[in-house]
């Protein structure tokens, strides 16, 4: 794509909600804009890089016979409170958004997907034999 093509708004000065240098630079340089507190739009730049690192890391992990998996943002509680971190993550610390659907079910904004991932495997790895075999080191 062409560069006057793009969509492309650079800054002069720092702007006052950045503190940290790396945060000062995507802003300054057009890569992303402030749309509400603590929540970006990634302008056509940011989105460039991270498509360009997604295929970099699915190349990488293609070559090492990874398999790759699309995991649920909204989760069950029930998922968080087995593992033991639903208050921790909800209540004390604040870090992840609660919210109840209409059957009155409390789910959560996921910040991770281990509990997701472990009840997959959990329900569907009945045997080791059901796993990729394990690469053996080449000593030379």
């Known amino acids: 794509m062409r560069l006057s093509q793009m969509l492309l708004v650079t800054l002069r000065e720092d702007p006052a909600e950045a503190e940290i240098p790396s945060h000062k630079l995507l802003l300054r340089a057009g890569y992303i804009r402030r749309v509400g507190s603590g929540i970006y739009a990634y302008l056509p730049l940011m989105w460039r890089v991270l498509k360009k690192v997604k295929q970099i890391v699915r190349e990488e992990m293609d070559a090492t016979g990874a398999q790759e998996?699309?995991?649920p943002q909204i989760q069950p509680a029930e998922l968080w409170q087995e593992s033991g971190r639903w208050d921790t993550y909800t209540k004390a610390e604040g870090i992840m958004f609660a919210l109840r659907d209409r059957q009155d079910r409390e789910l959560g904004l996921g910040p991770t997907h281990e509990e997701?991932?472990?009840a997959v495997?959990?329900?569907?790895?009945r045997s080791y034999r059901q796993l990729p075999p394990t690469p053996v080191p080449n000593p030379n």
């Open 121 to 125: 495997a959990r329900d569907t790895i």
């Open 69 to 71: 998996c699309l995991l």
């Open 116 to 118: 997701v991932i472990t």
